[in-house]
């Protein structure tokens, strides 16, 4: 059972547009969604996260926006850079009880051509 | 950069053989966790401790045992490789009072 859903799995984009990523959940538990960048060779590292009571947040050329009602949420990428080329993982938490583990979508690979 | 060593950071084993990697940190996290990361599968949890000597299996647990007896250490072993556990394996923390996980650098295996 595939708790978290994403799509695009490759995504090709030029320099200055805009790069889209979404996400859909299944389990209402959830209530952290962060997305996480990795570049080749390295492990994932934390770009941007919310939380389930505000519809977006942005960060730079970064926004999240969640809706709720339809268990999705997404990640935009504004003014795309060569230098954002990377996978894109999105992933939830349920922060109940003790288990504080992520649920990874399964990916986007996304080239910024310059 | 979050103080989480894993180590060996490549390794190639041969089928039926033992294999234990190891996740070290100097955070003072309580939460650590294991993953494998393969092509069109994302990330997928193989087993998370809570706290020394309190673990528990994630979904791709079967083949894999794990130990933590210290805070700092977090092993990963493969009771007998097989080629389907040719993977990058990842290592995480997190602790209860932040949201976010800290990765390893990951491990290279290649079961032959």
């Known amino acids: 059972q595939q708790q978290v859903k994403q799509s695009p799995q490759s995504l090709i984009v030029q320099k200055g547009g805009i790069s889209i990523i979404n996400c859909a959940y299944e389990?209402?538990?959830?209530?952290?969604f962060p997305w996480y960048q990795q570049f080749p060779g390295k492990g994932p590292a934390l770009l941007i996260a919310?939380?389930?009571?505000?519809s977006e947040k942005k960060e730079g050329r970064f926004t999240i926006s969640f809706n709720k009602s339809a268990k999705q949420f997404s990640l935009h990428i504004m003014d795309s850079q060569p230098g954002d080329s990377a996978t894109y993982f999105c992933?939830?938490?349920?922060?109940?009880?003790?288990?504080?583990?992520?649920?990874f979508g399964k990916g986007t690979l996304l080239t910024v051509n310059p | 950069d979050a103080g989480i060593t894993q180590s060996p950071r490549h390794k190639v084993t041969e089928t039926g053989t033992p294999v234990t990697l190891r996740c070290h940190q100097t955070e003072n996290h309580r939460y650590m966790y294991w993953y494998r990361q393969d092509p069109g599968h994302g990330l997928r949890l193989i087993h998370y401790s809570y706290g020394v000597k309190d673990t528990d299996k994630g979904e791709v647990s079967d083949g894999y045992s794990v130990s933590r007896s210290k805070t700092e250490d977090f092993l990963l072993t493969l009771e007998s490789a097989t080629s389907s556990q040719t993977s990058v394996y990842f290592c995480?923390?997190?602790?209860?009072?932040?949201?976010?996980?800290?990765f390893g650098q990951g491990t290279r295996l290649t079961v032959v």
């Open positions: 919310i939380r389930p009571d505000v």
């Open positions: 389990n209402t538990a959830f209530d952290y």
């Open positions: 995480a923390i997190s602790d209860w009072s932040s949201t976010e996980a800290f």
């Open positions: 992933a939830a938490r349920n922060s109940g009880g003790s288990n504080y583990k992520l649920t």
